[in-house]
């Protein structure tokens, strides 16, 4: 059984450039949820996909978007970066949609000049 | 939204000591997680506990959901034991978790 797998570790973009986050859910899981860390502070939501589509989204502008593929593998595209998106981006996948147990990967780290 | 406020924000034990670690929310939760961040970054699932006791080796965690909060209790703390300890809860079918802001824990050989 393969855990949750997050691509690539570390990031570094200027701002207003694009990045794409690639996660890989654990074996057997089918919802795939994004979260972002800023340093001292905990995870946020971003937003949830579940069997191919979006589940719930957090607070974030419409330049975070996502996707999920058939193989439950998913993806976080963030558009026009600015300096305050650089964080730790965390992926965590789980066997459901809701009040499931999350299993999280270890992250990317995105530094945004 | 609903609010989750951990405390102590930050905890220094000498290696053997005991820890309580409390996290308490504004309103009814699904679901609570306890999770251990390590120097890594990567967050461990400690315990799925929407209410009730738990016990993991040296590790066991309590949620009185009608009192809207959870402890988690740490025995003979080992230095590998340091790291942040979130909890983070959920609300209701939409999948998201709202997380503390952690406790910090160092535990000194």
């Known amino acids: 059984e393969t855990g949750v797998t997050q691509s690539p570790t570390h990031l570094i973009k200027t701002r207003g450039q694009q990045v794409t986050l690639r996660c890989s859910s654990q074996?057997?899981?089918?919802?795939v949820s994004w979260y972002q860390q800023a340093l001292g502070q905990g995870p946020q939501f971003i937003f949830q996909?579940?069997?191919?589509?979006?589940?719930g989204r957090g607070n974030f502008p419409p330049r975070f978007s996502g996707l999920q593929f058939p193989n439950y593998s998913s993806e976080l595209n963030v558009n026009a970066l600015e300096l305050d998106d650089s964080a730790l981006y965390l992926c965590?996948?789980?066997?459901?949609?809701?009040?499931?147990?999350?299993?999280f990967g270890s992250g990317t780290q995105l530094s945004v000049l | 939204g609903i609010q989750v406020e951990q405390s102590p924000p930050d905890l220094i034990l000498q290696e053997g000591a005991n820890s309580t670690l409390r996290c308490n929310f504004s309103?009814?939760?699904?679901?609570l997680q306890w999770f251990h961040q390590n120097p890594w970054g990567q967050l461990i699932n400690l315990f799925y506990?929407?209410?009730g006791t738990k016990q993991n080796g040296r590790l066991s965690a309590t949620t009185v959901a009608t009192e809207r909060y959870s402890l988690l209790y740490i025995s003979s703390s080992q230095t590998t034991d340091s790291g942040v300890y979130f909890c983070?809860?959920?609300?209701?079918?939409?999948?998201?978790?709202?997380f503390g802001d952690g406790t910090t824990l160092t535990v000194k050989p």
């Open positions: 965590a996948s789980s066997s459901g949609a809701s009040n499931e147990k999350l299993f």
């Open positions: 074996s057997g899981h089918n919802t």
């Open positions: 996909y579940y069997r191919e589509e979006e589940n």
């Open positions: 309103d009814s939760v699904n679901n």
């Open positions: 506990i929407p209410s």
């Open positions: 983070a809860v959920g609300v209701s079918n939409a999948g998201k978790s709202t």
